[in-house]
């Protein structure tokens, strides 16, 4: 889908404009319709890199066990290339509520089903220097089948993320 055409199209008028908005409605139009058709593109794999060089998303990886890893990583291929607004999760790929809203996880059990691990995900149209949107692999945390995690590592996560979009280029 060819973006470009699309913005320049809306930017010339071409199409209906009997009912033409205002200016500034417009612009917000646009940028909807540019923001709704990049997010029905496939979508890059990157990692949330902090200001220290670190990535937690891939540091928490390297600690997961080898089956785990593998199952997170398929289903983040996966999610990208369906796009992630498409892709039914299975329970393997789910949008987030209450202060988390926004934020999507990567599940995965692990050996003997007691340890399940999460990879706390954004969705990223925006980015600058990019040619497609990014599926952002931000940190994981892992917890005992039947606990639930704290709004303390919850707001841990959101922090990164208020990071990550602090850039743009973006550290990845």
């Known amino acids: 889908m060819d ?9 010339s008028g071409m199409g209906n404009n009997r009912n033409r908005k205002p200016a500034n409605e417009s612009a917000d139009s646009h940028a ?12 890059d794999i990157v990692y ?24 997170i ?17 299975g329970g393997y790929w789910e949008a987030m509520h209450g202060t988390m809203t926004g934020w999507f996880e990567i599940r995965s059990d ?4 007691g340890t399940h691990f ?13 040619d497609l949107p990014l599926l952002v692999l931000v940190a994981g945390l892992k917890k005992t089948k039947g ?19 602090a850039q743009n280029p973006r550290r990845l």
């Open 147 to 165: 606990s639930i995690f704290s709004e303390r590592e919850y707001s841990a996560i959101r922090a990164l993320g208020e990071d990550y979009f």
């Open 118 to 130: 999460r990879i706390f995900c954004l969705l990223d149209t925006e980015a600058a220097g990019t």
């Open 48 to 71: 949330y890199t902090s200001a220290t060089g670190s990535a937690p998303a891939r540091d928490f990886l390297a600690t997961c066990p080898p089956k785990v890893r593998a199952h």
């Open 73 to 89: 990583m398929a289903v983040a291929v996966a999610v990208a290339q369906a796009p992630p607004k498409r892709f039914a999760g």
């Open 3 to 11: 973006t470009q055409f699309l913005s320049k199209a809306l930017v």
């Open 32 to 43: 909807q319709l540019v923001h709704r058709l990049k997010s029905d593109l496939t979508h």
């Open 110 to 113: 692990g050996p003997g089903k």
